[in-house]
């Protein structure tokens, strides 16, 4: 009777210390999760650049109050890296309103969880030189993982670290600082416009890659042919790729698919418009039965993407090269 009365004991002090473990389990579960992203990331210690970035540009109060954020948080590595290739002695070095735009330009206002993100365009907070009102757009590549604009070598990063959950929104950790994307990072970005970009970069000596880099004439409209669109124009016009294009043929189809100074968005199109081009020559607009051009040789293209917003400017999708008069 002894034996079974102490059994019994033992048996209720196991269940007991069960049973406290679980409510620590459940309350360090809750602690993390009622933490707001700027405390979680006050906790990390391989996170007090961003903090310190946060607390300079007057943005961690924001990121303190409820809401529904997620942040791509770069790591201290990541920001002693954009420090150097910026050439600034340290953080304090980095002017207040350049690094708010930088720092913005990594805050989405919704709560995006690794297993919601799919590939394509998102809003951040952030704005560039183009537009006082569109936010800049980012392009999220999802893979085994996922990248943002391209990864490190195109000025974006890559997720180390997610699905940090906060109490007003969510944490990715990333491997680099996000530039504020020019037309060409977005272009380099997309795989569906690598033909669009071998064509900017085919020939070096005009320059357009640089010019659609930059904020000369800027800021740019930029209607972007896909892959699919330079393989049927490559058909069409029978050049057997983009080395059988003679060098002033490619360039001014290229400027023809450009306007200078505006950045004009899907909702500013009316219908017959008249759009003068960087290559001197016009294209009109068409809306009826969806966005549509018409170039200066009667072909028609359809906009099937609109509003990419980039730092110099703004990028339309379209499913056929324009062609101009020769």
Do not use: W
């Amino acid at each position: 009777m002894k034996t079974i009365k102490i059994k019994l004991i033992a048996l209720l002090a196991l269940i007991a210390f069960v049973s406290i473990s679980c409510n620590n389990n459940d309350n360090d579960d809750s602690s993390q999760q009622s933490k707001t992203i700027v405390s979680i990331a006050k906790a990390n210690p391989n996170l007090s650049s961003l903090v310190a970035a946060l607390e300079k540009a007057d943005l961690a109060t924001t990121l303190n109050s409820s809401g529904t954020y997620t942040v791509f948080a770069p790591t201290n590595t990541a920001f002693s890296a954009f420090l150097s290739a910026k050439g600034y002695a340290n953080l304090d070095a980095v002017p207040v309103a350049a690094l708010k735009e930088i720092l913005l330009n990594h805050v989405l206002v919704t709560k995006v969880k690794s297993t919601e993100i799919a590939t394509g365009y998102v809003k951040t907070l952030a704005k560039g030189t183009a537009s006082t009102s569109n936010t800049l757009s980012m392009y999220l590549e999802k893979g085994t993982g996922f990248d943002i604009n391209g990864g490190k070598t195109n000025g974006g990063a890559t997720v180390t670290t997610a699905d940090i959950e906060a109490s007003n929104g969510i944490i990715h950790v990333v491997d680099g600082v996000i530039g504020l994307p020019t037309i060409v990072n977005h272009a380099i970005a997309n795989k569906n416009f690598t033909t669009l970009v071998a064509a900017l970069t085919y020939n070096p000596s005009s320059g357009f890659a640089g010019i659609l880099s930059g904020t000369a004439s800027s800021p740019f409209t930029v209607f972007a042919p896909t892959n699919a669109a330079f393989t049927s124009f490559l058909t069409e016009t029978g050049y057997s790729g983009l080395a059988a294009i003679p060098a002033n043929v490619l360039e001014t189809t290229l400027k023809y698919h450009v306007v200078a100074g505006a950045n004009v968005l899907s909702t500013s199109l009316t219908n017959g418009q008249v759009v003068s081009t960087f290559a001197g020559q016009n294209f009109t607009i068409g809306l009826t039965g969806g966005a549509k051009i018409t170039d200066t040789n009667g072909r028609v293209s359809t906009i099937v993407a609109t509003d990419v917003q980039c730092s110099n400017g703004i990028i339309h999708v379209i499913d056929k090269v324009l062609l101009p008069k020769f």
